[in-house]
């Protein structure tokens, strides 16, 4: 199959045509077909199974009501019992934490980090949508974090993809340099989340060090997890480039000379640790944990999760 990304998307540059094509890719992957909703989420479309029992409405009581139910303040108010009747609650927060930190804006082939998270966003998010969830988001930038509570229906999904747009272009046009933690973000995720959340991190996780990975284990606790790392193939030393560049982690300035096997090796053992070292933690904290490549569209990627 062709490589073909969304009409609208050069790569580099974010618009909400694309994000938005997502809201009719999404179709393909709902119930009844094995859905991409059951795998990246776990059994979430067993909507019944774990569901809490929302307040509806108070009712004059009838026979046979549960006495336990009686709302005392609404029959002291009338003079007549009143019981309160409740709805299955069917709707539980989709959260999704978002990194447009400065190390997500890199791509050596097809497109940026930055731009292969968004759409995976944006399809999750329409996916919240058509299964009547609400969905909310955090953009940590490194430098700010935009907070999107839980919205239901289309306008949660559409201020998401419009706060992506946004803040993606905005880092183009002015790149800053990032923090060097995920830590603060997953704060803000913690405290947005209810008990029995789904979040899903889209990241490269180059920020997660120790501080974070222990906000991550908290998050855990109460909340379905999924962690989908987003990487370039460049970044396991994978290239036909065969030149010198300069390049720099913020704290050194190094030459690689990527003619070298031994250099692209280097580059490749260190990918290839840091992601051991997410696989272990994810399986540690009962986390599931996949990896999407910058240098194929999304949609050819789908059938890997």
């Not at 005392?72 to 409740?86: E, I, M, N, Q, Y």
């Not at 934490?97 to 050596?108: C, E, R, V």
């Not at 070298?260 to 944990?289: D, P």
Request: charged residues 20%.
């Amino acid at each position: 199959m062709e490589n073909v990304l969304p009409p609208a998307c050069d790569g580099v540059n974010l618009s909400l045509d694309e994000l938005i094509y997502y809201k009719q890719h999404s179709v393909k992957w709902l119930p009844p077909a094995k859905s991409l909703w059951s795998q990246i989420l776990g059994q979430h479309q067993s909507r019944q199974l774990g569901r809490g029992m929302d307040f509806s409405e108070v009712r004059q009581y009838q026979a046979g009501d549960d006495i336990r139910a009686i709302d005392w303040r609404v029959t002291a108010r009338t003079g007549k019992p009143h019981t309160k009747l409740f709805s299955e609650e069917r709707e539980k927060p989709i959260v999704l934490y978002l990194d447009l930190s400065a190390s997500m804006f890199f791509g050596s082939q097809l497109m940026l980090k930055s731009v292969l998270m968004a759409h995976m966003a944006s399809l999750i998010t329409w996916l919240s949508v058509a299964q009547q969830d609400r969905v909310g988001a955090i953009i940590d930038t490194g430098t700010q974090l935009i907070e999107l509570k839980p919205v239901a229906r289309n306008k949660g999904a559409l201020a998401i993809a419009q706060a992506l747009v946004t803040h993606h272009n905005k880092q183009l046009q002015s790149p800053q340099t990032s923090n060097d933690s995920m830590n603060e973000g997953l704060h803000a995720l913690a405290r947005m989340c209810p008990k029995g959340s789904e979040i899903i991190l889209l990241s490269d996780f180059v920020r997660l060090n120790h501080d974070a990975s222990l906000m991550l284990r908290k998050l855990g606790q109460h909340n379905k997890v999924r962690l989908v790392q987003i990487y370039d193939p460049l970044e396991k030393g994978i290239t036909n480039y065969r030149g010198t560049e300069q390049v720099s982690d913020k704290h050194t300035t190094r030459w690689l000379d990527f003619s070298s096997t031994k250099t692209r090796q280097g580059i490749e053992s260190a990918f290839t640790q840091h992601q051991q070292q997410l696989t272990q933690l994810a399986h540690s904290l009962g986390m599931s944990f996949s990896t999407l490549s910058s240098d194929t569209a999304l949609s050819q990627q789908l059938h890997g999760f």
